[in-house]
C-alpha cells in the first residue's frame, strides 16, 4: 500500500473539508429564499387550520389572503408595534422572554410566601428589591412581540393568537382561534418539532384538536383560567378540561403549560377589546 | 484488459440486480433496519427515501471511488463520512426546498441517513478497490435493494394499517367497512414492521436454497 506522509495527510483533510464547507454554504445559500417561503406557506396553514379552515401548501396564501382581513403585532400591555409584520415574528425569542417573565414573577411569590427561607438562601427581602423586579417585568412585557391575526368567516370575526412552548423531545408550537366574546375558543392548531410519533406526536391530530371547540379560556368571574389538558378524561361538563394524549403526559402539559403562558401574556389585549364590546 | 469494457457489461448489470435478491442489504445482510421500521408506516415517504439514499449512496460511491487512490488509509473513514455527510444535508437541503411536506414526514430519519450502515459497508466493501462506474452502479444497486424492501414493507403497513396507498383510500372505496372490517392498529407500529420484514426474509429464503445456511 502506498505510504502517505503526514503533511499530505492534513493538507488533503483541509482542502477537503475546505471544499466540503464552500459547496453547504453555496447550496444552502440558494435554496434559502425557496425554503423560507416553504416555512411561511406552512405557517399560513397553521394560522388557517387554527380557523377550522384546511388548506393545502398550493392554495395556503390565496386563502389566508381571502380569510386573514387584518393582522398586528402587539406586546404584553395590548399596546400595536406597528413596524413589524406578525409573520416575520421570532416566536422562539418571544417564548424565552415569557419563560424569563414568569421566573421573575416567581421570584416574587416566594418572596411572599416564605421571606424566612430567602433570608437563609441569601436572598433580600428588602422592598426595593420587589420594585427592581417588577419594573424588570414590565420592561419585558413592552418588548414582547405577539402576533394576532383577525380572520373574517362567515360574516364573523375570530382572533387568531400564537403559542409556542416545550414538549417533550423538542418545542411545540400552535395557533388558537378565539370567538368574538375572546372567552370561547373556536379552533387550535398545534405541531411539534420532534416528539414521539404515536404518542406526544398525536397533538397534530384532528382528534386531539377538535376538542378544545368551544371551550373557555375565562371562569363566570372573569378570572383567566386557560384550557387544561388533565390526564385520566377530562369530564365532559367542564368548560376548561381536554383530555391529555395517554402516553404523552410531558408532551399534553407541554401544551398546557404553552397556553397557560402565552393566553396570559395576550390578557391584557383581550380584557381591552372586551370594553369595546 | 484489452478494449474498453461496455458500460453495461455483464458484470455491470450484476452489480445492480444482485443487491435486489441475493444480496440484499435489508433481508440478506441485514443493514439499515432502522431506518427500514421508522419510516414504513407510509407509502410515500418510504419512496422519498429510497430515492434520497440511492442518491446518497450513488453519488458518495461514485466520489470515494474517484479519490480512491488519493485517501490515505489512515484516516479514510472519516473521509467516508465527510462525503456521506456532505451528501445527506445536500440532499436535506433540496427536499425541505422541494418537497417541504414529505421532509416534515420524514423528519430526523433523512439526517440519519449519515449512519445508515449500508452506505458506509459499501464505501468500504466496494468503492475502494472500484472503479467510478461500477461503483456508481453498485450505489443504485444497493439502494434500489434497500428501497425494494422499504417499499414492499410500507404497502402492506399503509394498507392493513391506514386502510390506504399512497393516500387514496383503496379499502373504503370497496366498501370492505361495511361489511365490519377495522383496520389494523398495530401495522403502524414498528414491530409490525420488523415482522414484515422477517416474513419477506422467511419467502426469500425458502424460494432461494443459496441463502440456506447450512450449518
Redesign the interface.
Known amino acids: 500500500m502506498k505510504q502517505f506522509s503526514n503533511r499530505y495527510i492534513y493538507i488533503f483533510s483541509a482542502v477537503l473539508v475546505i471544499v466540503v464547507a464552500v459547496l453547504l454554504a453555496f447550496v444552502s445559500q440558494i435554496l434559502k429564499p425557496i425554503q423560507e417561503k416553504n416555512e411561511r406557506i406552512e405557517q399560513m396553514r397553521n394560522i388557517l387550520a387554527a380557523v377550522n379552515v384546511e388548506a393545502t401548501s398550493k392554495n395556503a396564501e390565496q386563502l389566508y389572503n381571502d380569510y386573514i382581513k387584518e393582522s398586528y403585532t402587539i406586546n404584553s400591555d395590548g399596546i400595536k408595534i406597528d413596524s413589524l409584520k406578525p409573520l416575520t415574528v421570532d416566536l422562539k425569542k418571544q417564548t424565552t422572554a415569557i419563560a424569563a417573565i414568569n421566573a421573575l414573577k416567581l421570584k416574587l411569590v416566594e418572596r411572599k410566601i416564605s421571606p424566612f427561607k430567602m433570608a437563609v438562601s441569601g436572598g433580600n427581602i428588602k422592598k426595593a428589591d420587589t420594585e427592581v423586579i417588577n419594573a424588570e417585568i414590565s420592561k419585558l412585557r413592552q418588548t414582547l412581540q405577539l402576533p394576532v391575526y383577525v380572520c373574517f368567516k362567515e360574516e364573523k370575526e375570530y382572533y387568531v393568537f400564537a403559542l409556542r412552548g416545550k414538549g417533550l423531545w423538542g418545542p411545540v408550537w400552535g395557533y388558537i382561534s378565539l370567538e368574538e366574546d375572546f372567552n370561547t375558543v373556536y379552533g387550535a392548531y398545534f405541531d411539534h418539532k420532534s416528539e414521539t410519533p404515536g404518542l406526544g406526536a398525536e397533538i397534530n391530530t384532528p382528534l386531539f384538536q377538535s376538542q378544545f371547540r368551544s371551550k373557555k379560556l375565562y371562569d363566570e368571574n372573569s378570572k383567566f383560567v386557560s384550557v387544561r389538558v388533565l390526564k385520566g378524561g377530562a369530564s365532559g361538563d367542564s368548560p376548561h378540561n381536554v383530555d391529555a394524549i395517554s402516553g404523552g403526559t410531558i408532551t399534553s402539559k407541554g401544551v398546557e403549560k404553552m397556553l397557560e403562558d402565552w393566553l396570559d401574556q395576550y390578557n391584557e389585549f383581550i380584557k381591552n377589546q372586551k370594553k369595546e364590546l | 484488459m484489452s478494449g474498453k469494457e461496455p458500460l453495461f457489461s455483464s458484470k455491470n448489470i450484476k452489480l445492480l440486480t444482485e443487491p435486489l435478491n441475493k444480496s440484499n442489504p435489508i433481508t440478506v445482510l441485514v443493514l439499515g433496519i432502522c431506518s427500514a421500521l421508522a419510516v414504513t ?1 407510509k407509502l410515500e415517504p418510504s419512496v422519498v427515501m429510497a430515492v434520497s439514499v440511492m442518491a446518497v449512496l450513488a453519488v458518495s460511491n461514485m466520489v470515494i471511488s474517484a479519490m480512491r ?7 479514510r473513514i ?2 467516508q463520512l ?2 456521506i455527510a ?1 451528501m445527506v ?2 440532499v436535506d ?2 427536499l ?3 418537497a ?2 414529505v421532509s ?1 414526514q420524514l ?2 430519519f433523512v439526517g440519519l441517513i449519515i449512519t445508515n450502515c449500508i452506505i458506509m459497508g459499501r464505501l468500504e466493501a466496494f468503492a475502494l478497490g472500484n472503479k467510478p462506474w461500477p461503483s456508481f452502479l453498485d450505489g443504485i444497486g444497493n439502494a434500489a435493494g434497500y428501497g425494494l424492501i422499504l417499499v414492499i414493507v410500507a404497502f402492506f403497513r399503509e394498507l392493513l394499517g391506514s386502510g390506504t396507498i399512497w393516500g387514496y383510500p383503496v379499502l373504503e372505496k370497496i366498501g370492505l367497512y361495511k361489511t365490519g372490517y377495522v383496520n389494523n392498529g398495530m401495522m ?2 414498528p414491530p409490525m414492521a420488523l415482522i414484515t420484514v422477517g416474513i419477506i426474509i422467511w419467502i426469500q429464503r425458502g424460494k432461494n436454497k443459496d441463502l440456506i445456511e447450512t450449518n
Open positions: 408506516v487512490s488519493y485517501i490515505p488509509p489512515r484516516i472519516i473521509v465527510v462525503v456532505t444535508i445536500l437541503q433540496v425541505k426546498a422541494f417541504y411536506d416534515k423528519s430526523v403502524i407500529l
